[in-house]
């Protein structure tokens, strides 16, 4: 099933759309297995969480207009809304939990980092143990569906444990993970970056939250992820700009600009082109070609 699929938006596919090819599935989530080759030309967004465990694969998945090989023994993680297409080769195995939002929200928090982190990272590496382990709770996932009085709480603690797994091998692949974890008042500052840089610019703000000054934040960035607390936010509000300019065809750079928290389009734009060399109209212009 497919929402807004005017010409000037990304289509939006929602969970029933895939019903009919689910290997077992209840209202909340669906368990899919792919085999073989599988081929997604055209771009589009989910309305629910995908997390994708692959065996033995090969080909090319592009996630938000950047394309990831595609390997063995990997996890991939698409939040709702993230833009993604693949070519998939012969031979692959993998297997997919379609995840509907609120049943997702109860085990979210054992997604150790922030979201952000992951939209960023959505490819993840497993070692041998971790691959096993994952498969192990796939597999029991897929078995409790299977049951007539399946046992919701029991899938979400089992997804929990998967979202736990996925973590630790994030923490393990990608430097500012082992930054967050060794130092929480970072991954707390992440974590609200992630709730309020829509509406919340400053470093006063979230240096008073953590209850430090925010000098010492701005020493906390620059010593450990070699960037400023300002230069964080801005980061986290350029890749919103971005995935809004992509994905959002409907709204003009005014209305962005507003829903990003600026009530003036002039100084959007001027940040805009300050953060990526180009204007929103030009970034629009420049990735209609790559994504219709």
Not at 283 to 291: C, G, T, V, Y
Request: overall charge neutral.
């Amino acid at each position: 099933m497919q929402k807004n699929t005017s010409q000037d938006s990304i289509p939006v596919v929602s969970i029933q759309g895939y019903r009919q090819e689910q290997s077992a599935g209840r209202e909340e989530l669906l368990f899919n297995e792919l085999h073989g080759k599988r081929h997604i030309d055209k771009p589009h967004k989910h309305d629910f969480f995908i997390i994708i465990l692959f065996d033995r694969a090969s080909g090319t998945h592009s996630i938000d207009s950047k394309d990831y090989t595609i390997g063995n023994r990997e996890i991939h993680v698409l939040f709702p809304g993230q833009i993604h297409k693949w070519d998939i080769n012969d031979g692959t195995i993998a297997y997919q939990l379609m995840i509907e939002r609120a049943f997702f929200e109860q085990f979210a928090p054992f997604f150790r980092f922030s979201f952000t982190n992951y939209q960023n990272h959505p490819v993840i590496k497993l070692t041998n143990n971790a691959f096993a382990m994952l498969m192990y709770e796939f597999d029991a996932i897929k078995e409790e569906l299977n049951n007539d009085d399946s046992l919701v709480h029991l899938i979400n603690a089992r997804a929990a444990v998967i979202a736990a797994i996925v973590s630790k091998q994030a923490e393990h692949t990608f430097t500012e993970f082992k930054v967050y974890q060794s130092n929480p008042r970072l991954a707390k500052f992440n974590m609200l970056i992630d709730e309020f840089y829509k509406e919340q610019k400053s470093v006063a703000f979230y240096a008073e939250q953590l209850h430090i000054s925010a000098n010492y934040l701005n020493i906390l960035c620059k010593k450990n992820l070699k960037v400023s607390a300002s230069g964080l936010i801005q980061q986290r509000v350029c890749t919103e700009a971005k995935r809004l300019l992509q994905i959002e065809r409907l709204l003009s750079i005014k209305e962005i600009a507003f829903e990003l928290g600026y009530a003036d389009h002039a100084y959007f734009s001027n940040f805009f082109k300050t953060q990526t060399g180009v204007t929103p109209t030009e970034f629009r212009e420049k990735n209609a070609s790559i994504l219709f």
